[in-house]
């Protein structure tokens, strides 16, 4: 099915072509195609000013969020040096420097250098799996009453869906992190979540109503 959708997707520039193959090449995890494409249709119908954005890699995301919505501001966060200074890069390249703000840290620890950027009308989590739920408690304050919260790989490959655990210890320690992060977002009386599966499995809250 996913090979069917994404050849239905329109041509990109040849800079996200490029992006998309140093990703395959370097190994770096990038969004699924799919993915992109559904985050970028929220995007359009809801028209946030200011976006953040948990998670820079290599500024991919970033990049799509801006050249869709050229009117948007962007701060993103990113802690692996060689892929903020990859994202600066292809940023500066594509010409968006203005409109892009990609800080460096870890995430838990710029609060205070996020916060005065705000409020953010969209709110995009796709950092260390293992600490959404913190992500989520820290900037989800910094968010206008009617923002977009999107976290990504809340599927993970379909093991969080699955029974059956995995060889690996350190990555079903991971799957029980990313399925109580699920379940206790589905559970929060201030937003309405709902968990599609596209891509790698994509959460989208909304905050209640009074």
Sequence with gaps: MNTYLESLVRERQPLIHEMEQYANEHH???????GIEAI?????IAQPKKILEIGTAIGYSALRMALTLPH????TVERHKQRYDTAR???????????IDILFGNALELEEQVKHRGPFDFL???AAKGQYKRFFELYSPMLSQNAIIITDNVLYKGFVASKI?????????????IRNYNEWLMKNPLYDTTILPVGDGMAISKRRGD
């Design 72 to 75: 948007a501001e962007i701060v």
């Design 28 to 34: 770096v995890p990038i969004m699924e195609l799919v």
């Design 89 to 99: 890069d292809f940023v500066k390249k594509s010409g968006c420097s203005k409109q």
């Design 124 to 126: 995009f989590i796709d």
């Design 165 to 177: 655990d995995t060889e690996n210890k350190r990555t079903n320690q991971l799957i029980s992190k």
């Design 40 to 44: 970028l249709q929220i995007l359009r």
